[in-house]
């Protein structure tokens, strides 16, 4: 098992809603907290990743908004003349503007274009050493497949030539499981779980290793069988009021909200236990704990940071 940290790109993604973000930014800030030279990549042009940091929002050019911690948002026209200003040696921008004013026309028409120039930016970072770790807050589950084989479709479509021989070397870095890797962000319910598990088989397609399972928002045990039994034997009107006299207030509702935890529990673990079912038994499935608290914001991912390290 490659150790998740010591990878060189991570793809987190999700069912949306599962706090896929969360968990790239608390991956990324506890690897830069490692010693890591790291970059976290927001791909979704209405992300928030800047939120989880409390900074402006993020461009294209990556800047440090943590130390030894870096931030980027995906912009595929930038990438665009990023790629032609390396590959062609153009150094002028206006030369390179004619160029890229045809990008929507030339995407719209090749499918994968956009993908590729996404992959390609975050496995040149890798493949030139810029980072010691790229985590990529990635698309949904419903689109991150046909990302991770864009180069290998495009590959499949270009027989000889630079761009044949360029995606050569991101398909090789992408199915290298000592490099790169897949992490699946579910929440203990009954979509997002199906949908981790049908994400599994998909990304068996790609040949891109998965590399763990984390599971959010997982409710702590509160309460153990013992207590439950008192909690049914404080049922009833006359057992009520008397306890409500004793504390010197309504005692219901704390009885119910108890009584609330525990089934709300238990019907998660039921989610967790199908979930452990349909994994290989190797794979590292995580869990964060459910923090009952804003999601947004350095307090926040420090938290999730300090609850991934225990984990790992």
Known sequence: ???????????????????????????????????????????????????????????????????????????????????????????????????ARTFDFVATAAPGVKEILTVGKLTWEVREDNYDLVVVDAPATGHIVGQLRAPEAIRELVSVGMVREQTGWMTDLLTDASKTGVVIVASPEEMPVTESLELIERLADTNVDVAAVIVNRVLPELFGRGEEEIFERLEGDETSNVLSSVVGGPATPVIEAARLAVTLRRTRAEHLDRLRAGVDPTLPVLFLPELFTRSHGMRATTVVAERLGEEL
Request: aromatic residues 6%.
């Open 1 to 99: 098992m490659t150790a998740l940290l010591d990878r060189r790109l991570l793809f987190v993604t999700g069912k949306g809603g599962v706090g896929k973000s969360t968990v790239a930014a608390g991956l990324a800030l506890l690897a830069a907290h490692n010693g890591k030279r790291t970059l976290v990549c927001e791909v979704d042009a209405k992300g928030n990743l800047a939120d989880f940091f409390e900074t402006s929002p993020l461009a294209f050019k990556a800047r440090e908004v943590q130390p030894s911690l870096w931030a980027m948002a995906m912009n595929t026209e930038e990438s665009l003349k990023e790629y032609l200003g390396l590959q062609l040696k153009l150094p002028l921008i206006a030369r390179i503007g004619p160029l």
